[in-house]
């Protein structure tokens, strides 16, 4: 899968086509500074909503934590609520 820039928040596609979005870049968004422990931060989204996804980068194949667009969207609420 190859990353792509979406108004500051890296996407990309799966191979059935579903839009993911990097989870560390909505915690950067929402002002989050510590990014070591990206998973535990996301538990509060519902699991068929986050995930992982392997990428390329400079250093070969990368296992990054991933958001739908469902899992996007209940993590910037629940940030808003919170």
């Known amino acids: 899968m190859n990353a792509s820039t ?27 500074h510590n990014f070591d422990n990206v ?12 995930g992982t996804a392997q990428v390329s ?3 070969g194949p990368k296992e990054v ?3 739908t667009h469902e899992g996007l969207l209940y993590f910037l609420g629940a940030a808003l609520d919170g």
């Open 6 to 32: 979406h108004n500051k928040a890296r996407a990309i596609k799966s191979p059935s086509g579903e839009l993911l979005f990097f989870a560390v870049d909505a915690m950067a968004q929402i002002g989050f």
């Open 65 to 67: 934590d991933v958001l």
């Open 57 to 59: 980068s400079d250093h």
């Open 39 to 50: 998973k535990a931060v996301i538990q509060c989204v519902p699991a068929e909503w986050r």
